[in-house]
Protein backbone atom coordinates (compact mmCIF):
# COMPACT_ATOMS: atom_id res chain seq x y z
CA UNK A 1 0.00 0.00 0.00
CA UNK A 2 1.11 3.52 -0.63
CA UNK A 3 1.41 6.28 1.42
CA UNK A 4 -1.32 8.16 -0.63
CA UNK A 5 -3.60 5.40 -0.33
CA UNK A 6 -2.78 4.66 3.02
CA UNK A 7 -3.84 8.29 3.57
CA UNK A 8 -7.39 7.98 1.69
CA UNK A 9 -10.50 7.43 3.73
CA UNK A 10 -12.35 4.16 3.35
CA UNK A 11 -15.98 2.64 4.03
CA UNK A 12 -14.19 1.59 7.10
CA UNK A 13 -14.32 4.01 10.25
CA UNK A 14 -10.25 3.22 10.82
CA UNK A 15 -9.84 3.84 14.67
CA UNK A 16 -6.14 4.38 16.12
CA UNK A 17 -4.84 4.74 20.09
CA UNK A 18 -1.97 7.04 20.77
CA UNK A 19 -0.19 6.43 24.20
CA UNK A 20 1.78 9.51 25.71
CA UNK A 21 -0.34 11.64 23.11
CA UNK A 22 -0.02 15.08 24.89
CA UNK A 23 3.39 16.16 23.24
CA UNK A 24 5.89 15.25 21.49
CA UNK A 25 6.13 12.09 19.02
CA UNK A 26 3.20 11.06 20.55
CA UNK A 27 1.04 14.25 19.68
CA UNK A 28 3.06 14.16 16.45
CA UNK A 29 1.25 10.59 15.32
CA UNK A 30 -2.17 12.09 17.04
CA UNK A 31 -1.39 14.30 14.48
CA UNK A 32 -0.94 12.46 11.15
CA UNK A 33 -2.82 9.82 11.60
CA UNK A 34 -5.80 12.09 11.56
CA UNK A 35 -4.66 13.47 8.66
CA UNK A 36 -4.93 10.22 7.30
CA UNK A 37 -8.72 10.25 8.47
CA UNK A 38 -8.30 7.89 11.63
CA UNK A 39 -10.90 8.62 14.56
CA UNK A 40 -8.51 8.36 17.42
CA UNK A 41 -8.17 7.59 21.24
CA UNK A 42 -5.46 9.93 22.99
CA UNK A 43 -4.24 8.76 26.08
CA UNK A 44 -1.98 10.64 28.63
CA UNK A 45 -2.11 11.96 32.02
CA UNK A 46 -2.42 15.42 30.94
CA UNK A 47 -6.35 15.50 30.71
CA UNK A 48 -6.04 19.70 29.58
CA UNK A 49 -3.66 19.15 26.80
CA UNK A 50 -5.02 15.87 25.56
CA UNK A 51 -8.95 18.18 25.34
CA UNK A 52 -6.80 20.71 23.70
CA UNK A 53 -4.99 18.68 21.39
CA UNK A 54 -8.42 16.97 20.71
CA UNK A 55 -10.50 20.02 19.84
CA UNK A 56 -7.65 21.29 17.49
CA UNK A 57 -7.43 17.86 15.57
CA UNK A 58 -11.59 18.10 15.07
CA UNK A 59 -11.43 21.84 13.96
CA UNK A 60 -8.29 20.89 11.67
CA UNK A 61 -9.13 17.18 10.16
CA UNK A 62 -12.93 17.17 10.73
CA UNK A 63 -12.41 13.08 12.66
CA UNK A 64 -13.24 12.01 15.78
CA UNK A 65 -11.25 12.27 18.91
CA UNK A 66 -11.64 10.57 22.29
CA UNK A 67 -10.08 11.73 25.12
CA UNK A 68 -8.49 8.96 27.98
CA UNK A 69 -6.86 10.31 30.45
CA UNK A 70 -4.94 7.51 32.20
CA UNK A 71 -1.59 7.16 34.12
CA UNK A 72 0.17 4.15 32.66
CA UNK A 73 2.26 3.92 35.24
CA UNK A 74 -0.42 2.70 37.50
CA UNK A 75 -2.12 -1.00 37.13
CA UNK A 76 -5.54 0.88 37.32
CA UNK A 77 -5.09 3.69 34.19
CA UNK A 78 -3.62 0.19 32.21
CA UNK A 79 -6.63 -1.09 33.05
CA UNK A 80 -8.74 1.35 31.69
CA UNK A 81 -7.17 1.98 28.69
CA UNK A 82 -6.84 -2.32 28.07
CA UNK A 83 -10.41 -2.29 28.46
CA UNK A 84 -11.06 0.67 26.04
CA UNK A 85 -8.77 -2.02 23.52
CA UNK A 86 -10.81 -5.03 23.66
CA UNK A 87 -13.83 -3.33 22.36
CA UNK A 88 -15.09 -4.98 19.31
CA UNK A 89 -16.97 -2.96 17.38
CA UNK A 90 -20.40 -3.87 17.98
CA UNK A 91 -21.34 -1.35 20.83
CA UNK A 92 -20.91 2.33 20.75
CA UNK A 93 -17.14 2.30 20.47
CA UNK A 94 -15.51 1.57 17.81
CA UNK A 95 -12.64 -0.73 18.07
CA UNK A 96 -9.27 -0.37 17.63
CA UNK A 97 -7.37 -0.93 14.29
CA UNK A 98 -3.91 0.43 15.48
CA UNK A 99 -2.48 0.79 18.89
CA UNK A 100 0.78 3.01 19.06
CA UNK A 101 2.34 2.31 22.44
CA UNK A 102 4.36 5.62 22.67
CA UNK A 103 4.03 6.49 26.67
CA UNK A 104 7.23 5.94 28.10
CA UNK A 105 9.95 7.37 30.57
CA UNK A 106 13.91 7.86 30.76
CA UNK A 107 15.00 8.22 34.08
CA UNK A 108 19.05 7.82 34.06
CA UNK A 109 21.50 7.88 36.30
CA UNK A 110 23.90 5.25 37.97
CA UNK A 111 21.97 2.14 38.66
CA UNK A 112 23.47 2.40 42.25
CA UNK A 113 22.45 5.99 42.65
CA UNK A 114 18.93 5.32 41.32
CA UNK A 115 15.83 5.45 43.48
CA UNK A 116 13.96 2.07 43.59
CA UNK A 117 10.94 3.30 43.23
CA UNK A 118 11.64 5.68 40.06
CA UNK A 119 13.14 1.80 38.88
CA UNK A 120 9.40 0.20 39.46
CA UNK A 121 7.84 3.58 37.69
CA UNK A 122 9.98 3.48 34.53
CA UNK A 123 9.46 -0.67 33.94
CA UNK A 124 5.50 -0.31 34.95
CA UNK A 125 5.25 1.81 32.18
CA UNK A 126 8.26 1.22 29.53
CA UNK A 127 7.32 -2.48 29.48
CA UNK A 128 4.43 -3.69 31.60
CA UNK A 129 1.62 -1.11 30.30
CA UNK A 130 3.16 -1.85 26.51
CA UNK A 131 2.50 -5.77 27.24
CA UNK A 132 -0.69 -5.36 28.87
CA UNK A 133 -2.32 -3.06 25.83
CA UNK A 134 -0.71 -5.25 23.42
CA UNK A 135 -2.06 -8.31 24.96
CA UNK A 136 -5.61 -6.60 25.04
CA UNK A 137 -6.01 -5.74 21.58
CA UNK A 138 -3.90 -8.23 19.51
CA UNK A 139 -6.87 -10.95 20.28
CA UNK A 140 -9.43 -8.97 19.11
CA UNK A 141 -7.80 -7.73 16.22
CA UNK A 142 -7.22 -10.95 15.28
CA UNK A 143 -10.89 -12.41 15.62
CA UNK A 144 -11.84 -9.60 13.55
CA UNK A 145 -9.50 -10.48 11.00
CA UNK A 146 -10.92 -14.00 11.22
CA UNK A 147 -14.32 -13.21 10.99
CA UNK A 148 -13.34 -11.49 7.63
CA UNK A 149 -12.69 -7.36 8.34
CA UNK A 150 -10.22 -6.14 5.74
CA UNK A 151 -8.86 -3.09 7.37
CA UNK A 152 -5.17 -2.59 8.44
CA UNK A 153 -4.62 -3.78 11.88
CA UNK A 154 -1.91 -3.79 14.49
CA UNK A 155 0.19 -2.45 16.80
CA UNK A 156 3.14 0.12 16.51
CA UNK A 157 5.65 0.48 19.48
CA UNK A 158 8.01 2.77 20.48
CA UNK A 159 11.41 1.65 21.44
CA UNK A 160 14.96 2.71 21.10
CA UNK A 161 18.48 2.48 19.85
CA UNK A 162 19.38 2.82 23.34
CA UNK A 163 18.86 -0.62 23.89
CA UNK A 164 20.57 -1.87 21.05
CA UNK A 165 24.75 -0.82 22.73
CA UNK A 166 25.98 -4.25 24.35
CA UNK A 167 26.06 -1.72 27.27
CA UNK A 168 24.66 1.36 28.50
CA UNK A 169 26.55 2.78 31.53
CA UNK A 170 24.43 5.82 33.01
CA UNK A 171 21.08 4.28 31.24
CA UNK A 172 21.11 0.69 32.16
CA UNK A 173 17.61 -0.01 33.42
CA UNK A 174 16.31 2.25 30.22
CA UNK A 175 18.22 0.31 27.74
CA UNK A 176 17.75 -2.95 29.03
CA UNK A 177 13.74 -2.11 29.26
CA UNK A 178 13.51 -1.33 25.78
CA UNK A 179 15.85 -3.83 24.26
CA UNK A 180 13.62 -6.26 25.83
CA UNK A 181 10.75 -4.19 24.25
CA UNK A 182 12.79 -4.66 20.72
CA UNK A 183 13.06 -8.71 20.88
CA UNK A 184 9.61 -8.96 22.45
CA UNK A 185 8.28 -7.20 19.22
CA UNK A 186 10.19 -8.62 16.93
CA UNK A 187 8.73 -12.30 18.57
CA UNK A 188 5.46 -11.13 18.40
CA UNK A 189 5.67 -9.47 14.72
CA UNK A 190 6.51 -13.20 13.55
CA UNK A 191 3.63 -15.14 15.83
CA UNK A 192 1.07 -12.81 14.35
CA UNK A 193 2.54 -12.18 11.32
CA UNK A 194 0.49 -15.12 9.39
CA UNK A 195 -2.98 -13.74 10.67
CA UNK A 196 -3.24 -10.51 9.12
CA UNK A 197 -2.10 -8.19 11.94
CA UNK A 198 1.29 -6.06 11.60
CA UNK A 199 3.43 -5.28 14.40
CA UNK A 200 6.02 -3.08 14.10
CA UNK A 201 8.61 -1.38 16.73
CA UNK A 202 10.43 2.02 16.06
CA UNK A 203 14.23 2.23 17.25
CA UNK A 204 14.35 6.36 17.18
CA UNK A 205 17.74 7.62 18.20
CA UNK A 206 17.74 11.47 19.71
CA UNK A 207 14.90 13.36 19.20
CA UNK A 208 13.88 17.19 20.58
CA UNK A 209 11.25 16.06 23.40
CA UNK A 210 10.48 16.55 26.28
CA UNK A 211 12.41 13.31 27.69
CA UNK A 212 15.56 14.60 26.07
CA UNK A 213 15.65 17.86 27.53
CA UNK A 214 18.87 16.74 29.52
CA UNK A 215 20.35 15.63 26.52
CA UNK A 216 19.50 18.98 24.05
CA UNK A 217 21.51 20.87 26.93
CA UNK A 218 24.52 19.13 26.41
CA UNK A 219 24.78 20.74 23.22
CA UNK A 220 24.91 17.86 20.54
CA UNK A 221 25.06 18.96 16.83
CA UNK A 222 22.08 19.16 14.97
CA UNK A 223 22.36 15.96 12.54
CA UNK A 224 22.03 14.07 16.21
CA UNK A 225 18.67 14.57 15.99
CA UNK A 226 16.08 13.22 14.09
CA UNK A 227 13.17 15.38 13.64
CA UNK A 228 10.04 13.92 15.38
CA UNK A 229 8.03 13.88 11.92
CA UNK A 230 10.29 11.84 10.37
CA UNK A 231 10.28 9.30 12.99
CA UNK A 232 6.18 8.72 12.63
CA UNK A 233 6.26 8.89 9.16
CA UNK A 234 9.10 6.50 8.76
CA UNK A 235 7.15 3.75 11.10
CA UNK A 236 3.67 4.02 9.15
CA UNK A 237 5.29 3.31 6.40
CA UNK A 238 6.95 0.34 7.78
CA UNK A 239 3.65 -0.66 9.55
CA UNK A 240 1.95 -0.06 6.25
CA UNK A 241 4.00 -2.67 4.33
CA UNK A 242 4.44 -5.25 7.11
CA UNK A 243 7.99 -4.57 8.17
CA UNK A 244 8.81 -5.89 12.03
CA UNK A 245 11.52 -3.40 12.71
CA UNK A 246 12.59 0.49 11.49
CA UNK A 247 15.12 2.05 12.89
CA UNK A 248 14.03 6.04 11.38
CA UNK A 249 17.34 8.72 10.21
CA UNK A 250 20.19 7.78 7.69
CA UNK A 251 22.42 8.43 10.67
CA UNK A 252 21.02 5.92 13.01
CA UNK A 253 20.79 3.10 10.48
CA UNK A 254 23.95 3.40 9.64
CA UNK A 255 24.92 3.19 13.84
CA UNK A 256 22.41 0.28 14.08
CA UNK A 257 24.36 -1.80 10.87
CA UNK A 258 27.82 -0.79 13.35
CA UNK A 259 26.68 -2.19 16.40
CA UNK A 260 25.36 -5.83 14.98
CA UNK A 261 28.88 -6.16 13.48
CA UNK A 262 31.61 -4.83 15.68
CA UNK A 263 32.94 -6.41 18.33
CA UNK A 264 30.95 -6.16 21.58
CA UNK A 265 34.56 -6.26 23.43
CA UNK A 266 34.97 -2.86 21.07
CA UNK A 267 31.83 -1.45 21.71
CA UNK A 268 31.90 -2.02 25.82
CA UNK A 269 35.76 -0.50 25.67
CA UNK A 270 33.87 2.80 23.68
CA UNK A 271 31.21 2.96 25.66
CA UNK A 272 33.24 2.73 29.38
CA UNK A 273 35.40 5.33 28.22
CA UNK A 274 32.07 7.78 27.53
CA UNK A 275 30.71 7.29 31.25
Avoid: C
Avoid at 139 to 159: F, K, M, W
Avoid at 200 to 208: A, D, H, Q
Avoid at 249 to 263: F, R, S
Amino acid sequence: MSEADEGTRTEHPRTALVTGASSGIGEEYARRLAQRGYGLVLVARRKELLESLAEEIRDIYGTPVEVLPADLGSRGGVDAVAGRLTADGTGERPAVDLLVNNAGRGDGGAFTEQDPADIDAMLELNVRAVLQLTRAVLPVQIARREAGEQARLGVITVSSLAGEPAVNPGGSVYGAGKKFLTLWSESVSAEVRGRGVSVTVVLPGFVRTDMTRGVQEKGLPEFAFVPKEHIVRDSLRAWAAGRSHVVPGAQYKTADGLLKVLPRSLVRLVARRMV
